[in-house]
T-cell receptor, first 117, second 112 residues
């Protein structure tokens, strides 16, 4: 397996447009996470899935954001009516859920860099 | 709320110098602590971790010790290489919870 992949790697869009990003996790990982990273900051948690269920959403995830993982494999993150403040790196990570254990490393993808003009 | 504070960068060192990147945290209870590294153009990679007080995480010559009394998890390396140039993130996660809370990151630049 080649790790977590994200597509596209870069996206430039005009304010008001909708954008959609895709994340393909490591195949045997049932947990998938989305983070946002702005310039000079660390990643901030947005949401995560266990299989196809979205279990937690951050208050950072406004109504314009929606994430799905319909078959428990890949996930999409859509931003509607983009604003300049949405410009950031969007990171995806995946991890296995180890029954009875607690330490499960999150493996990160390379990210999608969004620029809203 | 939970937070992680890292020393501001960039940290600029010559090859073979000793490295310390400070990390302190604010949290209730006893979270697990992590250091992630981000090389240019790549995703974050877990560098090392510690799950309880006095644990020492180590990997690739890097070390960090979980200090409960000072709520710290400082990253150290005895002799840095040019290839260690990257951004280093300190992070915490609570037992039973999935989400990571990251610091702002510290850029390390190592010159030959």
């Amino acid at each position: 397996d080649t790790g977590v992949s994200q597509d596209p790697r870069h996206k430039i869009t005009k304010r008001g447009q909708n954008v959609t990003f895709r994340c393909d996790p490591i195949s045997e990982h049932n947990r998938l996470y989305w983070y946002r990273q702005t310039l000079g900051q660390g990643p901030e948690f947005l949401t995560y899935f266990q299989n196809e269920a979205q279990l937690e959403k951050s208050r950072l995830l406004s109504d314009r954001f929606s994430a799905e993982r319909p078959k428990g494999s890949f996930s999409t993150l859509e931003i509607q009516r983009t604003e300049q403040g949405d410009s950031a790196m969007y990171l995806c990570a995946s991890s296995p859920m180890i029954a009875g254990g607690d330490i499960y490393e999150q493996y990160f993808g390379p990210g999608t860099r969004l620029t809203v003009t | 709320g939970n937070s992680v504070t890292q020393m501001e960068g960039p940290v600029t060192l010559s090859e073979e110098a000793f490295l310390t990147i400070n990390c302190t945290y604010t949290a209730t209870g006893y979270p697990s602590l992590f250091w992630y590294v981000q090389y240019p153009g790549e995703g974050l990679q877990l560098l090392l971790k510690a799950t309880k007080a006095d644990d020492k995480g180590s990997n690739k010559g890097f070390e960090a010790t979980y200090r409960k009394e000072t709520t710290s998890f400082h990253l150290e390396k005895g002799s840095v290489q040019v290839s260690d140039s990257a951004v280093y993130f300190c992070a915490l996660r609570y037992s039973g919870y999935s989400t990571l809370t990251f610091g702002k990151g510290t850029m390390l630049l190592v010159s030959p």
